[in-house]
């Protein structure tokens, strides 16, 4: 059974009762509670906190977080403090070391480390260089995809599809046309307007200098409006070869 945003409301609600709130909320209580969610939700990812919830232009109490079991209490006991506020009371000492904990270890579970790369000085040793190429004796220097949540990340090999939009950009105009591109290390399979966006499919090739592991890999969006304006958005990709070399 889903976990709703609903129930992440109710639970942080029942963990302000050790701060001494006993009313039962009202329908404004609780759309405000949502409302502070999708903020806190939001500041989050923004801090790379990628939990995988699920966001919405108009938020439903009635929709899916997309959390994991064991994400949902960062999500419950941090609302509530957010809320407590509200009501005009301090939260409980039992409640701001649960807040404390969860944050730090979802904080943990959805890090994404940022390898770093060998010197430019670091021989590549034996049987790591192309064999006619002496330049290609050193490790070079290799572009990193910024470490954060909008970058995607893909498995060699696999195909996913993606939605850019436009909706902020647009105001009272509409796409006309767009031109999509990619580097070489991926793939455009199909492309289309759709509203307010661009959907797309995208597969994962990998590049041909030997170090697609963690590469970054871009896709290139131009589009154009009715009334002549153009956008161009760049979305970043890292390429993973993990599944191919267990």
């Known amino acids: 059974m889903s976990h709703l945003k609903g129930d992440t409301i109710n639970s942080a609600y ?35 906190i990628n939990a995988g ?14 959390l994991d079991a064991g994400e949902r209490d960062a999500y419950a006991s941090n609302l509530a403090m957010l809320l407590l506020s509200d009501f005009g009371k301090a939260p409980h000492q039992g409640l701001v070391r649960e807040a404390s904990t969860t944050f730090s270890d979802i904080s943990a579970s959805t890090a994404d480390p940022r390898e770093v790369n060998y010197p430019q000085r670091q021989p590549r040793g034996r049987g790591n260089t192309l064999r006619y190429n002496r330049w290609q004796r050193f490790y ?23 939605v850019e939009h436009f909706d902020s950009y647009l105001l009272t105009d509409d796409i006309t046309s767009f031109v999509i591109t990619s580097d070489t290390g991926l793939v455009v399979v199909s492309s289309s307007i759709n509203n307010a966006g661009i959907d797309y499919r995208i597969r994962a090739d990998g590049s041909n200098d030997g170090e697609s592991s963690n590469s970054l890999q871009q896709v290139k969006i131009v589009m154009t409006t009715t009334a002549g304006r153009i956008e161009t958005r760049l979305i970043n990709f890292i390429l993973d070869d993990q599944d191919l070399n267990p």
């Open 140 to 162: 070079r220097p290799q572009a990193i995809a910024p470490n954060e949540s909008a970058t995607n990340t893909m498995i060699l090999g696999d195909i996913q599809d993606f």
């Open 53 to 66: 919830y699920n966001f919405e232009d108009e938020p439903d109490p009635n929709s899916p977080t997309g």
């Open 14 to 48: 029942s963990r302000m009762r050790i701060s001494g709130i006993t009313a039962q909320p009202t329908p404004e209580d609780l759309e405000t509670a949502l409302e502070r969610m999708e903020g806190m939700a939001a500041r989050w990812f923004k801090k790379n």
